[in-house]
């Protein structure tokens, strides 16, 4: 089951996924990762999802990383008088916290938190960002507004504040029993929804504990403002272009795409680009040309993992749009100009024993055509230094607990292995030689490198290469 790409893909689960059956051709065409997506399904459905998932594991010998999803507060008009109406451009549109069923004049907003922050001038969107509103007065418990862009509005439609930090727990309460659930599960990432501030991040860490890696969605125009804060506590990153892009123009989000990505690769983080990547596919059997190009842009820039939601999740062909995926990735990483555009892109190591050894394995796995650089891990901080590089050659991460080869089966290039532990420089390279053989990295003859931190089992003390010929 070695993949013929460094990038990986992250499927969505949902009602057109749940079979065992699909869910495992779905892994046959090139899911590395899979996601539950916690705003949609119950808890007995995704119990099921990730049960199948691990016995999945158990049966194919290769590890595979679980993603928790939060929804994350859902801010929403009231109900409206024939649960619909319309709003003109330039008329006014009251909002406030009454409760009777709204007009074409004022519609209710059952969220006092927004009320309380919103000034003169704030622009506020409905309904993805189809009508724009802009404040003219506000209280504690209303905002005279102004239609910018009017047309049909339905109830219970979702509302954007893009200019405001709202004084707002990226955590309901939902998503604490949802997170207390997705953890006593066992999954590997909890990705956080409506992240506005460092804080919110640190929130969930302490939540967490160290059970799961911790996965910062970008997806407010707050967020992308203090990203270097937020990757500090994350332990990963996603650029969720699907709000980022109801409340940013569009014609920013490629850039922004391009800053979290390089952003992430000088941190050291992985990172996932989602949303609408191969939309088409929900109803037809092919991609339009543009959205194969979507994906290969975000390769072309270095992303850790590409991302299929609503495609794989309900989409009429879930296991052809992987099995598409994985061809545009494959194809990409061969075009000739791949490696000139990903190197162009390397970050400088930095000042340390470890990141030395890191840059010093690439480039001797460069030189002398390595079959693999073959990295033991406990943390998975030597594998993140290896992969924050890009290497010509993949990574083999071999450790020996299973969390660390399931949450970095994510990372870009590493085919994770759990195997038991080495005590001695002997047992290193056999250990590497005969896993590398193995998992068909290597043949008689094949060079591999080496990395590993002694004292063996020293999470972060990558002190060692070494270079091994496969007998």
């Given at each position: 089951?070695?993949r ?7 499927a ?13 051709k ?10 539950l ?23 194919t010998?290769?590890?595979i ?18 649960g ?20 074409d ?16 001038g ?7 960002g189809?009508?724009?509103i ?9 905002a ?8 049909p ?33 066992g ?7 409506f ?22 969605k ?23 272009r699907?709000?980022?892009g ?12 391009k800053?979290i990505?390089?952003?992430?690769r ?11 990547m ?21 390769i ?11 495609e ?5 062909y ?6 598409m ?14 490696r000139a ?5 390397d ?6 024993a ?8 690439a480039?001797?796995?460069?030189t ?24 010509r050659?993949?990574?083999l ?5 299973l ?11 590493a085919?994770?292995?759990?195997t ?11 250990k ?34 070494r270079?091994?010929?496969?007998e």
């Open positions: 089951m070695r013929a790409r460094n990038a990986k893909i992250v969505t689960l949902g009602p057109a996924t749940s079979d065992p059956d699909v869910i495992r779905l892994f046959e065409a090139g899911a590395d990762v899979f996601r997506n916690f705003s949609h399904g119950s808890h007995e459905d995704h119990r099921r999802n990730f049960d199948t998932l691990r016995r999945l594991e158990a049966e010998g290769r590890t990383c679980i993603m928790q999803d939060l929804q994350g507060p859902k801010l929403r008009i009231g109900r409206l008088e024939g619909r109406v319309t709003l003109r451009a330039g008329q006014s549109f009251r909002l406030d916290l009454d409760e009777t069923p709204g007009t004049e004022r519609a209710p907003l059952p969220h006092p938190e927004i009320l309380s922050v919103l000034q003169e704030a622009l506020i969107l409905l309904d993805d189809r009508l724009r802009e404040v003219t007065r506000a209280g504690p418990d209303y005279e507004t102004r239609v910018l862009v009017g047309g509005l339905g109830e219970r439609k979702g509302v954007n504040i893009p200019s405001v930090v709202l004084p707002i727990s990226p955590l309901t309460e939902k998503d604490r029993n949802d997170l207390d659930f997705g953890l006593d599960l999954v590997d990432w909890v990705a956080l929804s992240v506005q501030r460092p804080d919110d991040v640190a929130e969930l860490r302490k939540l967490v504990a160290g059970r799961a890696a911790v996965m910062a970008i997806e407010k125009p707050a967020a992308v403002e203090c990203l270097d804060q937020l990757l500090e506590l994350a332990d990963g990153a996603m650029v969720a699907g709000d980022l109801v409340e940013l123009a569009p014609e920013e989000v490629p850039g922004i795409q800053d990505i390089r952003a992430c000088l941190a050291g983080k992985p990172v996932v680009v989602a949303t609408q191969l939309e088409s596919m929900v109803q037809a059997p092919a991609p339009t040309r543009a959205e194969a190009s979507d994906v290969a842009t975000a072309y820039d270095g992303a850790d993992a590409v991302m299929l939601s609503a794989s999740a309900v989409g009429a879930p296991v052809e749009a992987v099995a995926m994985s061809r545009i990735i494959e194809r990409t990483e061969q075009d000739h100009s791949y555009i990903i190197e162009a892109l970050p400088e190591p930095e000042p340390n470890a990141d030395a050894i890191s840059e010093a394995a480039q001797v796995a460069t002398i055509s390595a079959a693999a650089i073959v990295t033991f891990t406990t943390s998975g901080s030597t594998a993140l230094r290896a992969g924050r590089r890009r290497p050659a993949p990574i991460l071999l450790t020996s607990k969390s660390t080869a399931r949450r970095f089966v994510l990372l870009w290039g085919h994770c292995v759990c038991e532990d080495i005590s001695s420089l002997g047992e290193m390279v056999e590497a030689t005969s896993i590398a053989r193995q998992e068909s990295f290597a043949s008689s003859g094949s060079k591999l490198v080496i990395t590993a931190g002694v004292p063996f089992g020293t999470p972060g003390a990558t002190n060692v290469l270079i091994a010929w496969v």
